[in-house]
């Protein structure tokens, strides 16, 4: 029962890309339907297909904490779905009904080499379905992507080969229980992290998450990237203690270095692949210090920074461009105004948001407050650059409800805080009164560096890998010192 969610979609996808044009949607609806029954009804428990143990075979696990994963997953999906359902032929519901099938296997499965096949084909549907309309850019943007999710799959299957070779099964949880040697493990990792969007590291995702086609962007940031992530977070119980550290102060410089290029971009997309990548580094944190709260936030960025790519490919839809610049002067309705407001402060761990409660329970809150301040820079600066019409636009009322829910009733059922800590608000509302301030000061000097800045090529192809084969020479000598 449990691989239908997997077998369902995937077949009803190419059965998609089979009928008629005008029938095409029937099996996605068909397909939703199914998996919210079966996620529902289905019994936790641990299964593995052909009858063999799970030494030899591939184990899959269902509990409670992969149902409301999957359900969560499948709310995104649907909401994609539904902006996209008109614009595209009958071949992108075949890619994207795959893709969520092999989701939802890939976060059941515990094997590791399962995980590797998995993750594969998502970065190839990913690499499709980025420049499915055959834009010169976004071809190049999915090139990267691929050439250097390849990469990285090769030294994940170097750690996994290693692994094998001493443990005699790639079972997952075996493995875990006997314990993870530290080579196979930074190799993983590491091959992880470039999946994930760690600064420096992964130098697809700017382009990758500006160019792609509507729908696909949300679907990058908001759940794509938490693959890798999600692997480090089942193979973390094995990390040793010294990488354990170097990788936390990782989390802490990449934070804080993702969030002043946010502040310096122009592109209004390019700017939330940045934010994302401040992101990561809050997961890579919550995963090596306070790994229960993990699964809370995959569900919250995965619609918070979602909705927040919807209303910028509505707003690239509408004005043609991706450039704060142009769009300075460009009206957007009150309550897409209202919800930038909400969406920018909880992504930036202000209370009542869960970023906020997650961000709490880690022993460097305080610090993190840095990129609170750089968050209300960064908003001040968007927000600044539209002016608002008085009417009220109601395509966004189901995110509204979404963000609602996960917000003040979901987080705060899950977080139990009598103290409510302030300082987050005062960084934040620092920051947007610090860049009012200097754009009146120094509003020329400000737009001549940030043009500097960006013109300096810090995420090319060449760079990307130099700044990768330097991060493992390097996490590969400190384990020995």
């Known amino acids: 029962m449990y691989l239908t969610l997997a ?14 044009s ?16 079966v996620i529902m009804s289905s019994k936790p428990g641990n299964f593995t297909p052909g009858n063999y143990d799970f030494i030899r075979g591939i184990e899959f696990v269902f509990n409670a904490e992969i149902r409301i994963l999957l359900l969560s997953v499948l709310l995104f999906f649907i909401l994609i779905f539904f902006r996209v359902k008109d614009i595209y032929k009958k071949e992108f519901n075949l890619f994207f009904l795959v893709l969520y099938g092999s989701i939802n296997s890939f976060f059941m499965s515990r ?23 055959r834009n010169t850019k976004r071809i190049w943007a999915s090139m990267k992507y691929m050439f250097m999710s390849t990469i990285a799959l090769q030294f994940y299957l170097i750690g996994v080969g290693i692994i094998y070779m001493k443990s005699g099964t790639l079972n997952l949880p075996y493995n875990l229980e006997k314990g993870i040697d530290t080579i196979p493990y930074i190799l993983i990792t590491f091959s992880l992290l470039i999946k994930s969007g760690g600064i420096l590291l992964s130098g697809w995702l700017p382009d990758a998450h500006s160019e792609a086609i509507k729908g696909i962007s949300p679907l990058l940031s908001g759940l794509i990237v938490k693959i890798g992530l999600y692997t480090i ?69 995965m619609f918070s920074k979602g909705i927040l790519f919807f209303i ?14 142009k769009l300075n002067g460009s009206f957007i309705s009150i309550d897409i105004y209202i919800l930038m407001i909400i969406l920018f402060m909880s992504l930036s761990g202000v209370y009542p948001s869960m970023f906020y409660f997650i961000k709490k329970s880690l022993p460097n809150f305080l610090f993190l407050n840095i990129n609170v301040l750089i968050s209300g820079m960064y ?7 539209f002016k608002i019409k008085k009417d009220i636009n109601f395509k966004y009322i189901i995110n509204y409800i979404v963000m609602f829910f996960l917000t003040y009733i979901y987080s705060n059922k899950i977080f139990e805080y009598k103290s409510i800590e302030i300082s987050p608000y005062i960084y934040f509302f620092v920051g947007t009164i610090l860049y009012i301030i200097l754009e009146k000061i120094c509003n020329k000097k400000i737009i001549s560096f940030e043009k500097k800045f960006r013109n300096i090529k810090f995420f090319t192809l060449e760079n990307s890998l130099l700044y990768q084969l330097i991060f493992l020479v390097i996490i590969m000598s400190l384990k020995y010192i």
Not at 13 to 19: A, H, Q, R, V
Not at 315 to 323: F, L, R, V
Request: neutral net charge; hydrophobic residues 50%; contains cysteine.
């Open 111 to 133: 094997d590791f080499f399962n995980i590797y096949v998995h993750i594969e084909l998502i970065s190839i549907i990913i690499f499709l379905l980025i420049a499915m309309d």
């Open 379 to 385: 908003m001040i600066k968007v927000l600044k650059k």
């Open 312 to 325: 910028f490919e509505d707003i690239y839809e509408k004005e043609k461009t991706k450039s704060l610049t």
């Open 22 to 37: 005008k029938y095409k949607n029937i099996p996605v609806y068909i397909s939703f339907i199914y998996n919210f029954f």
């Open 233 to 301: 977070y089942l193979i973390s119980p094995s990390i040793d203690t010294k990488i354990n550290n170097i990788i936390i102060y990782y989390s802490l410089i990449t934070a804080t270095i993702s969030s002043i290029f946010t502040l310096f971009e122009d592109d209004i997309k390019k700017m939330l692949a940045f934010s994302t990548m401040t992101n990561m580094s809050y997961g890579l944190l919550i995963i090596l210090i306070n790994k229960d709260l993990f699964i809370y936030f995959i569900i919250y960025h």
């Open 7 to 20: 077998l369902i979609p995937i077949s009803a996808g190419i059965i998609c890309y089979l009928i008629k």
